[in-house]
């Protein structure tokens, strides 16, 4: 019998021990068909979003209509499937996510832990994404490379009418860079990322990208802004990291795309 859902993961320098959980939460969901890794260690890097194209495709061409895109350290939650499969009937959803609950921050985004809610972007972690979407809108931004990636899809998938809906009922355990969550006065909390600088030279560039794209331009450089205020006020490596923030900002305006040489770490 056809299992419902492909599995996609997006691998480069994998923890080993944290990427075996994640293969072994996916194949316990009862609904889980073929896994497909995109190795992006072998060969030429492909980067995020050249993976999960391929990723997409592969699932196609084994004639899926959905396939979950998981992180290499992301682990799903028991039942996470059958709770997803419960709206795949619905006929302009385009993602079904969980909540997120980071291992160094706590829940991310959501408020709640249970109900159903519309939203304007998730990150690529859980997703459960329909195929004829992906088709639609042309796939991921392969000019990305990594960070921004999901957002941009969202973005894409709404432009033409689709919805993202997020079950809070159901969670993925996830690990974004080196985070932490600090509480400012007010109870106001933020969460400090740690990114290598190179991430913050993708995320500088691409999220200005992302704004030209989308008639965003204004949201998304106050984003770059809060991001090097972070940097500057909670981080370690603060010049080296800024240096390469700004650099990113000229290759945005300079036009310069797709993946960077480097030689730090990845996280």
Known sequence: MHKTFAIGIVTYQPDEQRLKENIAAAKAQPEAGAILIADNDKGENLGMAGGLNKICQQALDLGYEWVVTLDQDSVMQSGTLSEFARYTNLDDIAIICPRIEDRNMGRQYAR???????????????????????QTVGGFTEDLFIDGVDFDFCLKLQEYGYKIL?????????????????TLPFHKQISILNHSPLRLYYIARNYLY??????????????????????????QNKWQKLRYMFTGIHHYHKGIMGKKSYKSQHK
């Open 112 to 134: 709640s832990d249970k109900g159903t809610e519309l939203i304007g972007h998730c990150i690529t972690a859980g997703n459960l994404v329909r195929l004829s979407a992906w």
């Open 166 to 182: 997020r079950t809070n009922n159901v969670f993925l355990l996830q690990e974004v860079g080196y985070g932490q969550a600090i």
């Open 210 to 235: 992302i704004g030209s794209q989308h008639h965003q331009r204004l949201h998304w450089a106050i984003e770059v802004a809060k991001r090097m205020l972070i940097v500057i006020c909670f981080e």
